[in-house]
Each structure stands twice: as structure tokens, then as C-alpha cells.
């Protein structure tokens, strides 16, 4: 039985990842989620979420990516995740990060303040977007 899967994710810019690993952690819209070689193929929605990517190459070499939704498809020990954008932490740029999330927080409050219902909503993904390169940025 093979051991390891492969794992690619894939943005409208192209591949961003694109790896073998032992194990992978998601989060779909119904929880977190482990994935073990020989998994049952699945295809689930995925959230805004930090992913964590054991590589096969070394146990205790781990990547982490900031994907932001997208879908799940586990097939065959291959593991392809299609997102709206993904980054992986090494490429995430902090004080970006951080201005993205105090540009959503401002609009946040603006959108609240005017009772704005669909810009609380934008404002509320941007945020949460922002906190999760920062968390995975920070890794």
C-alpha cells in the first residue's frame, strides 16, 4: 500500500503547491479534517484556513498554506485542492497582511456603523482572509 500522496493546489494564477505528503490537514465546512494515504476519495468545500502539509520527505518538515475556501478532491492517494487563491507561508508578505486586515477592520466598523448588511459580509472574508496569511505568515 503506498504511504504517501501526492498534493497539488491550484489558483487561477496556476500551481501553487505541489508536493508528496504523509499526512494533510484541512478545514471543510463541516470541520477539520485529517487525510492519511489510502484516504476514501472525497470531494468537500473548503474554508478560509490554514493547511498543514507533512512532507515525505522528513517527519518533522511541515508547510503550511493560507487557502482561502475552495474545493476538495481526494482521489486515488491525490490530493488536489482548486482555490480562489492559496500562498504558501514563505511567500507570505507580513505588513501586507497586517494593512489588509486594518483595511477590513475600518470597513467592518463603516459597513456596521451604516448597517450595510453585504459589506459586513465582504469586510467580515477580508478580515478573516487577513488574520489567516498573518497566522500562516507567521509560521
Known amino acids: ?3 504517501h500522496m501526492a498534493v497539488q493546489i491550484v489558483t487561477p494564477d496556476g500551481v501553487r503547491y505541489d508536493h508528496h505528503a504523509t499526512y494533510i490537514s484541512v478545514t471543510t465546512t463541516d470541520g477539520e479534517m485529517g487525510i492519511l ?3 476514501v476519495n472525497t470531494i468537500a468545500p473548503l474554508t478560509v484556513h490554514e493547511m498543514k502539509i507533512r512532507r515525505i520527505d522528513d517527519d518533522k518538515h511541515v508547510d503550511w498554506v493560507a487557502v482561502n475556501g475552495g474545493i476538495l478532491e481526494i482521489k486515488d492517494n491525490t ?3 482548486v482555490a480562489d487563491s492559496a500562498e504558501r507561508s514563505r ?10 486586515k486594518q483595511r477590513a477592520e475600518r470597513k467592518l466598523q463603516e459597513a456596521e456603523a451604516s448597517h450595510q448588511v453585504d459589506e459586513v459580509r465582504r469586510a467580515q ?6 488574520i489567516n496569511r498573518i497566522s500562516v505568515g507567521n509560521k
Open 125 to 130: 472574508v477580508a478580515l478573516r482572509r487577513a
Open 79 to 81: 490530493v488536489t485542492i
Open 1 to 3: 500500500m503506498t504511504e
Open 91 to 100: 511567500d507570505i508578505d507580513i505588513s501586507r497582511a497586517e494593512r489588509a
Open 37 to 39: 494515504a489510502n484516504h
